[in-house]
T-cell receptor, first 112, second 117 residues
């Protein structure tokens, strides 16, 4: 029940295309959903996060879509660039808790 | 965003020695910090939760005597890998929890690559 399932495991997109990464969860107590971007040899960096009171949040080229009834959320990267090539992790947390539950990660490659 | 640093960024040591990794929150106070371990092409694995002024809470399967955690101040947590062996070689990442009102965000350090020969 604590798991967060992330797909796909890897994704290849052409420059300018849209990258979509999906996550699903079971724990209905989760109410904070961040996405982290990690480059090789670096720590994860917070990209964007959403709480269930909204269905969508956009920051620049990055958008989170949240479907509470389906217990799913996704990251959309518009106009993908080679510099976006990285591993992306979704995560979830309960308000009452402190720990993040991470998805398995998606390795994104954006070809020039 | 808030900044978390780690030192050293990489370390190579001989089997049997101990290695200390520092994690600092540079522009905020963190009562809670976390230590993760990450293997190549895998997700982050939480090792322990570090609370300022109290004992760390270790995840199941993590040896407390092997991985010593000290959170002596609101901006510093340390992880000491005692009597390191080659199987301890990994990428260790810390994070710090920043509160803004009633909401919190975890910010990660840049990681420390440990290689045990």
């Amino acid at each position: 029940q604590q798991q967060v399932k992330q797909s796909p495991q890897s994704l290849i997109v052409q420059k300018g295309g849209i990258s979509i990464i999906n996550c699903a969860y079971e724990n209905t107590a989760f109410d904070y959903f961040p996405w982290y971007q990690q480059f090789p040899g670096k720590g994860p960096a917070l990209l964007i996060a959403i709480r269930p009171d909204v269905s969508e949040k956009k920051e620049g080229r990055f958008t989170i879509s949240f479907n509470k009834s389906a217990k799913q959320f996704s990251l959309h990267i518009m106009d993908s660039q080679p510099g976006d090539s990285a591993t992306y992790f979704c995560a979830a947390k309960e308000t009452s808790g402190s720990r993040l539950t991470f998805g398995e990660g998606t390795q994104l490659t954006v070809n020039p | 965003g808030a900044v978390v640093s780690q030192h050293p960024s990489w370390v190579i040591c001989k089997s049997g020695t101990s290695v200390k990794i520092e994690c600092r929150s540079l522009d905020f106070q963190a009562t809670t910090m976390f230590w993760y371990r990450q293997f190549p092409k895998q997700s982050l694995m939480l090792m322990a939760t570090s609370n300022e002024g109290s004992k760390a809470t270790y995840e199941q399967g993590v040896e407390k005597d092997k991985f010593l955690i000290n959170h002596a101040s609101l901006t510093l947590s340390t992880l000491t890998v005692t009597s390191a062996h080659p199987e301890d070689s990994s990428f260790y990442i810390c994070s710090a929890r920043e509160w803004e009102g009633l909401t919190d965000t975890q910010y990660f350090g840049p990681g420390t690559r440990l290689t045990v020969l």
